[in-house]
């Protein structure tokens, strides 16, 4: 005959556990390329949306907001993820730290940095031209002097100790 009560508690909940993303390692590094690898180490309590890496040359702490490479999507996988990156500025210095999104917020890893080499195949003062072939024609590395490929020209890209390809004649 009634409603009784019992006696009031109260509890506080818990933060969500964030997910964990490791700085990146570089390898690979050439003057327009190079490989990024991160680990995402824990996904934490939230689903995890997307991962991947933040990529700017003119941002020590790049941010989603600045280059997006390697984005993993809708995958809470933990272990190792990378991507190749092939359009980088010769001579430049990138910053670049992993990322993860949740439903809760954007986390980082720690920042870190690589400077590509100058361009190998830059032509200089007195050269009359430079074939680097990375083509696969008979173009110098200005465009100019263009050639006829004929006689069984053939390309590679087992070029010994160097990138790009190579012609055989």
Known sequence: TGTNYSNEI??????????????????NITYKSA??????????????NEYGFCLS??????T?????????????????FSTALSTLSANTTYYVPTYAITN???????????TTPADPFTVSDGLLAFYNFDAQNCK???????????????????????????AQF
């Open 35 to 48: 490989t990024l690898t991160g680990t995402l180490t824990t996904t934490g309590d939230l689903p995890i």
């Open 10 to 27: 109260s509890f506080t909940t818990a933060e969500p556990v964030a997910p964990v993303v490791s700085s990146t390692s570089v390898n």
């Open 57 to 62: 040359n003119t941002s020590t702490t790049p």
């Open 64 to 80: 989603i907001s600045n280059t997006i490479v390697g984005v993993t999507n809708l995958n809470s996988q933990t272990g190792i």
């Open 104 to 114: 809760g917020g954007t986390y980082y890893g720690s920042v870190s940095n690589f």
């Open 140 to 166: 110098d590395a200005l465009g100019n002097y263009n050639g006829v490929i004929s006689g069984g020209v053939t390309f590679s890209s087992s070029t010994p100790k160097s990138t790009g390809y190579s």
